[in-house]
C-alpha cells in the first residue's frame, strides 16, 4: 500500500501557551506554529490540538479557551499546572484521534506523556511520533521508560526524534529514538544586516531569565569588553530569586539594559544591530532557537559547548563556540577574547548558515519525511 501524498496530520500541543505567530515566548509552541503553517503551504491538512486563544492556518481543535500562563504587570509570568485542564485537553484530542481519518500525530510530549495515555493508549491505532524538546533528567527519565515499557509491552505505534544529536545520545537506554530533525525558522521574517557601520555596538541576549541560560555571566562579559548588553525575555515566578539577586541589581540603563519580552518585529532589530549575542549557557540545551535567529540576521553567536550549541554554530566560521574549563571566571575571560575578535566573523556566512539548514521549510520536509518513513514501515 502506498503512502499519500496529501496526509492528515495532527500535532499536539499543551495548554500552557497559545500557538500563533508573534508570541513573546514559547519555542516549542512557535515550531508548532511553524510547521502548522508550512504543512497548509504543502497541501497537507494541518490540525492543532491546542487552546482556543490560538491562531492556526489549518484547524484548531480545543477543549479550553485560554491558555493557562498569564504575565502580570511586574512583566513576571506566573507558571501554574491545572491537572484538571490539561486531562480534559487530553481527553478530547483522544476522541477526535479515535473519531477522525487521521494518518499521524506528532505529538510535542503532551499526549503520550499523559497517565491517561499510559492507561488507554493502546485504543488508538493511529501512529504517533514524539518530538523529544527537554533534557533527560531523572524525572523524565523515568517518566519515558515506563512509556518505553508500554510501547513495546502493548506494541503501540509510537515513534521519536530528537532535536539534535546531543539530545539523542541523552535518551539512549530510555527510549529508541529514530531521527534527528533539527528545528527551522521563516527566515525571510529576520531581516539581514550585512554591516553595523552605522550602529553603537551592543552586546545581546534573549531568553527566559534563568541560571541555567546564564545572564549573570553575559553581564560580567559586558562589563569587561565595556560593550553594553540588552538582556530581553521573561522572568518566570521559579526564577525571582536568581532575578532578584543576580541580574536586577546590575540593571542601570546604561551599561546593562533590561527590555523584558520583546515581539518578533523588535526582536528581529534587536538581533540585526548586535555585535554579537551571547549564549553563557550552564545546562545541555536541546535547541536554541535564539541562536539560528541571531545568525538569520548576520550575528553572530558566543556561548559555550554545551548541549546543541557546537552543531548549530560553527566555530570560527559563523561565531565562536567556547569549551567550558570548569572555572567561571576563566570561561567568561574566553567568552571576552571571542567578542573581541568577532569583527573575523562574516555575517554573510551567519545567514547562508541558516539559510541551508535552519529554515522551516526545511524542517517540515524533513518531518513529512519522516511522516511517510513511519507510514511506509507499518503498512510493510
Same mark, same amino acid.
Given at each position: 500500500?502506498?503512502? %499519500?501524498?496529501?496526509?492528515?496530520?495532527?500535532?499536539?500541543?499543551?495548554?500552557?501557551?497559545?500557538?500563533?505567530?508573534?508570541?513573546?515566548?514559547?519555542?516549542?509552541?512557535?515550531?508548532?506554529?511553524?510547521?502548522?503553517?508550512?504543512?497548509?503551504?504543502?497541501?497537507?491538512?494541518?490540525?492543532?490540538?491546542?487552546?482556543?486563544?490560538?491562531?492556526?492556518?489549518?484547524?484548531?481543535?480545543?477543549?479550553?479557551?485560554?491558555?493557562?500562563?498569564?504575565?502580570?504587570?511586574?512583566?513576571?509570568?506566573?507558571?501554574?499546572? @491545572?491537572?484538571? %485542564?490539561?486531562?480534559?485537553?487530553?481527553?478530547?484530542?483522544?476522541?477526535?484521534? %479515535?473519531?477522525?481519518?487521521?494518518?499521524?500525530?506528532?505529538?510535542?510530549?503532551? =499526549?503520550?506523556?499523559?497517565?491517561?495515555?499510559?492507561?488507554?493508549?493502546?485504543?488508538? @491505532?493511529?501512529?504517533?511520533?514524539?518530538?523529544?524538546?527537554?533534557?533527560?533528567?531523572?524525572?523524565?527519565?523515568?517518566?519515558?521508560?515506563?512509556?518505553?515499557?508500554?510501547?513495546?509491552?502493548?506494541?503501540?505505534?509510537?515513534?521519536?526524534?530528537?532535536?539534535?544529536?546531543?539530545?539523542?545520545?541523552?535518551?539512549?537506554?530510555?527510549?529508541?529514538?529514530?531521527?534527528?530533525?533539527?528545528?527551522?525558522?521563516?527566515? /525571510?521574517?529576520?531581516?539581514?544586516?550585512?554591516?553595523?557601520?552605522?550602529?553603537?555596538?551592543?552586546? =545581546?541576549?534573549?531568553?527566559?531569565?534563568?541560571?541555567?541560560?546564564?545572564?549573570?555571566?553575559?553581564?560580567?562579559?559586558?562589563?569587561?569588553?565595556?560593550?553594553?548588553?540588552?538582556?530581553?525575555?521573561?522572568?518566570?515566578?521559579?526564577?525571582?530569586?536568581?532575578?532578584?539577586?543576580?541580574?536586577?541589581?546590575?540593571?542601570?540603563?546604561?551599561?546593562?539594559?533590561?527590555?523584558?519580552?520583546?515581539?518578533?518585529?523588535?526582536?528581529?532589530?534587536?538581533?540585526?544591530?548586535?555585535?554579537?549575542?551571547?549564549? *553563557?549557557?550552564?545546562?545541555?540545551? *536541546?535547541?536554541?532557537?535564539?541562536?539560528? /535567529?541571531?545568525?538569520?540576521?548576520?550575528?553572530?553567536?558566543?556561548?559555550?559547548?554545551?548541549?546543541?550549541?557546537?552543531?548549530?554554530?560553527?566555530?570560527?566560521?559563523?561565531?565562536?563556540?567556547?569549551?567550558?574549563?570548569?572555572?567561571?571566571?576563566?570561561?567568561?575571560?574566553?567568552?571576552?577574547?571571542?567578542?573581541?575578535?568577532?569583527?573575523?566573523?562574516?555575517?554573510?556566512?551567519?545567514?547562508?548558515?541558516?539559510?541551508? %539548514?535552519?529554515?522551516?521549510?526545511?524542517?517540515?520536509?524533513?518531518?513529512?519525511?519522516?511522516?511517510?518513513?513511519? =507510514?511506509?514501515?507499518?503498512?510493510?
Amino acid at each position: 500500500m502506498l503512502v %499519500k501524498n496529501n496526509m492528515k496530520i495532527m500535532q499536539m500541543a499543551d495548554i500552557y501557551l497559545p500557538i500563533r505567530q508573534n508570541i513573546l515566548y514559547g519555542g516549542t509552541e512557535r515550531i508548532i506554529s511553524y510547521l502548522d503553517e508550512e504543512f497548509v503551504k504543502k497541501g497537507h491538512e494541518s490540525i492543532v490540538a491546542a487552546t482556543g486563544d490560538s491562531e492556526v492556518k489549518g484547524k484548531l481543535i480545543f477543549s479550553i479557551n485560554k491558555s493557562i500562563w498569564h504575565v502580570n504587570n511586574k512583566r513576571v509570568r506566573k507558571t501554574i499546572f @491545572s491537572p484538571h %485542564k490539561r486531562q480534559k485537553h487530553i481527553e478530547k484530542a483522544m476522541e477526535f484521534i %479515535k473519531r477522525e481519518s487521521i494518518d499521524i500525530v506528532h505529538d510535542h510530549q503532551v =499526549l503520550t506523556h499523559s497517565d491517561r495515555y499510559l492507561s488507554d493508549g493502546k485504543t488508538i @491505532s493511529t501512529p504517533i511520533l514524539v518530538t523529544l524538546h527537554g533534557d533527560n533528567n531523572i524525572i523524565s527519565k523515568d517518566r519515558h521508560r515506563t512509556l518505553d515499557d508500554v510501547i513495546k509491552q502493548e506494541d503501540r505505534k509510537v515513534f521519536f526524534n530528537a532535536i539534535s544529536k546531543s539530545q539523542k545520545k541523552e535518551f539512549e537506554n530510555t527510549v529508541d529514538v529514530s531521527d534527528i530533525i533539527y528545528h527551522g525558522i521563516p527566515i /525571510e521574517r529576520y531581516s539581514f544586516s550585512p554591516n553595523l557601520n552605522n550602529c553603537e555596538p551592543y552586546l =545581546l541576549n534573549i531568553g527566559r531569565i534563568s541560571r541555567e541560560k546564564g545572564q549573570h555571566l553575559a553581564i560580567q562579559i559586558s562589563k569587561k569588553t565595556g560593550l553594553p548588553l540588552i538582556l530581553a525575555g521573561e522572568i518566570h515566578t521559579p526564577e525571582i530569586d536568581y532575578w532578584k539577586t543576580m541580574i536586577e541589581p546590575f540593571v542601570d540603563g546604561e551599561q546593562i539594559k533590561f527590555i523584558g519580552p520583546v515581539d518578533d518585529s523588535v526582536k528581529s532589530k534587536l538581533y540585526g544591530g548586535a555585535l554579537a549575542f551571547l549564549m *553563557p549557557i550552564q545546562w545541555a540545551e *536541546p535547541f536554541g532557537l535564539v541562536m539560528i /535567529e541571531a545568525m538569520a540576521t548576520g550575528t553572530p553567536v558566543v556561548g559555550f559547548a554545551r548541549g546543541s550549541l557546537p552543531e548549530i554554530v560553527k566555530n570560527n566560521e559563523t561565531g565562536y563556540v567556547i569549551t567550558p574549563s570548569g572555572f567561571e571566571g576563566e570561561d567568561v575571560e574566553n567568552m571576552v577574547k571571542a567578542v573581541k575578535n568577532i569583527s573575523k566573523i562574516n555575517r554573510c556566512t551567519c545567514r547562508a548558515h541558516v539559510e541551508n %539548514k535552519f529554515t522551516s521549510e526545511i524542517e517540515a520536509q524533513n518531518y513529512i519525511k519522516l511522516y511517510k518513513k513511519i =507510514l511506509d514501515q507499518i503498512q510493510n
